[in-house]
């Protein structure tokens, strides 16, 4: 079970930390990953932390504003967005995936993720 917490609203070039906690004793060996949705618009990946090593990857446009990181220690991902854009505007989801893959792109689909939280509002104004 994956709970979102974090969004709001704040202004452009604000910033907000979003954090997903997660229940179950392997969170440790799960790709975490946040994608978003907008009205209208088809769920996109944000950006993706791997179990080993931490390995992380971003959608383009947010490379360099957001940070996802994982504290497994206490079974939570968080996505630090700072700079945030009107465009940033959308409901946010975690998602987990215990499955593996020799392409670290997988990992930015909706199909490798098994778990996904309930999502968190993120509203930015100019």
């Known amino acids: 079970q994956l709970q979102a917490s974090g969004g709001g609203l704040v202004q452009a070039g604000g910033s907000l930390r979003l954090s997903c906690a997660a229940s179950g004793r392997t969170f440790r060996s799960y790709t975490m990953g946040w994608f978003r949705q907008a009205p209208g618009k088809e769920r996109e990946f944000v950006a993706v932390?791997?179990?080993?090593?931490?390995?992380?990857y971003y959608k383009d446009t947010v490379k360099g504003r957001f940070t996802i990181s994982r504290d497994n220690a206490k079974n939570t991902v968080y996505l630090q967005m700072n700079s945030l854009k009107p465009e940033d505007a959308a409901v946010y989801y975690c998602a987990a995936s215990g499955r593996s893959s020799r392409s670290d792109n997988y990992f930015k689909t909706t199909a490798a993720y098994d778990y996904w939280g309930q999502g968190t509002q993120v509203t930015v104004s100019s």
């Open positions: 932390i791997r179990p080993i090593g931490s390995i992380t």
